[in-house]
Nanobody, 130 residues
Framework: QVRLVESGGGSVQAGGSLRLSCEVSISGYFDPRITRGVGWFRQAPDKEREGIAT???????YYADSVKGRFTLSRDNAKRTVILQMHDLQPEDTATYYCAATRSGAVVSPNLLPAEYRYWGQGTQVTVSS
């Protein structure tokens, strides 16, 4: 069983920054490395879920065009955590942010499709005011 827990959401003004963390745990698995692809997604009210960044097991990272240059994804294997650092936040970034993991052995793609991810966290809210 894969469990993901997001943290770090909140409210900021436009131009501000937030840091989201996704802690990944796998039942019965004691390797400290994160051996799944892990992605970040967001969903605003009345909009489809949007992929914004993902990191493969080997460390390849893909970003959505909407966040390139503003968001940075990284991974801390020692803490089993995937971190999304967000800068220059804008009102259109307001959404519930989710992290998700692929099934074992699956590869991540630059398409950032939610259907490619099997396990999901509960989400954390990010609100950006103008």
């Amino acid at each position: 069983q894969v469990r993901l827990v997001e943290s770090g959401g909140g409210s900021v003004q436009a131009g501000g920054s937030l840091r989201l963390s996704c802690e990944v745990s796998i039942s019965g698995y004691f390797d400290p490395r994160i051996t799944r692809g892990v992605g970040w997604f967001r969903q605003a009210p009345d909009k489809e879920r949007e992929g914004i960044a993902t990191i493969s097991v080997t460390g390849t990272i893909y970003y959505a065009d909407s966040v390139k240059g503003r968001f940075t994804l990284s991974r801390d294997n020692a803490k089993r955590t995937v971190i999304l650092q967000m800068h220059d936040l804008q009102p259109e970034d307001t959404a519930t942010y989710y992290c998700a993991a692929t099934r074992s052995g699956a590869v991540v793609s630059p398409n950032l499709l939610p259907a490619e991810y099997r396990y999901w966290g509960q989400g954390t809210q990010v609100t950006v005011s103008s």
